[in-house]
């Protein structure tokens, strides 16, 4: 199959990640609002779950499609990925929280 971005455009595929990235970041923000229960919401915790995993899937979509247009670099996101993931291990130990 031919890729979506090459159907559609880079600037539409990039268009459209960044509408499911507001609509992932609603769906975290939704969900957070369940687990806190300070601000009541009408969804059952099974419906926030259901659209938290689709959100999470049509993003890692949109992510596929920008790897098949060679928009982003896989090999680079994964280096960046494993200093972000140290470095957020190191702040969790130096304010005391166990990583292990």
Do not use: H
């Not at 957070?32 to 969804?43: A, D, G, I, Q, Y």
């Not at 959100?55 to 920008?66: M, P």
């Amino acid at each position: 199959m031919k890729p979506i971005g090459d159907i559609i455009g880079i600037s539409a595929l990039l268009e459209q990640t960044a509408e499911e990235c507001n609509e992932l970041a609603k769906a975290c923000l939704k969900l957070s609002r369940k687990f806190r229960n300070e601000n009541p919401t009408p969804l059952t915790f099974d419906e926030i779950m259901d659209n938290l995993n689709e959100e999470i899937a049509d993003i890692s979509l949109c992510i596929e499609e920008l790897r098949q247009v060679k928009v982003i670099d896989p090999q680079t996101i994964e280096s960046i990925y494993a200093t972000k993931e140290k470095r957020w291990y190191e702040r969790l130990k130096e304010a005391g929280e166990e990583t292990e």
